[in-house]
């Protein structure tokens, strides 16, 4: 991923995260490491967590959520997504961390 948490890729966007689940509430960033730190009230359970990153993720960046998909890391905290559809700056400045 080249050192930035989000990459030109052919079909639109990859992102790369860190998931926090179980938080007291939803946050997205700051990005550390170079990933985007997303918290995530849901528990780290049978997808849970995953459905409302998706979710929140699809809400910040108006975005269809079927636009977004997990391509690594579905069991891992740290995961990289697809965002079909969107630009890199685009999806920074969505994001609130340009």
Not at 44 to 59: D, F, H, I
Not at 70 to 79: C, F, H
Request: aromatic share 2%; no cysteine; glycine share 10%.
């Amino acid at each position: 991923m080249n050192g930035s948490f989000v990459t030109e890729a052919e079909d639109g966007t990859l992102l790369a995260v860190k998931v926090v689940p179980g938080a007291k509430r939803e946050q997205v960033g700051p990005v550390a490491g170079g990933r985007l730190r997303v918290a995530v009230t849901a528990a780290p359970e049978k997808g849970k967590a995953n459905k409302a990153l998706v979710k929140l993720l699809a809400r910040r960046l108006e975005m269809r959520k079927s636009d977004i998909s997990i391509e690594r890391g579905e069991t891992a905290r740290e995961k990289v997504l697809m965002l079909r559809g969107i630009v890199p700056r685009t999806a920074r400045l969505r994001l609130g961390v340009e």
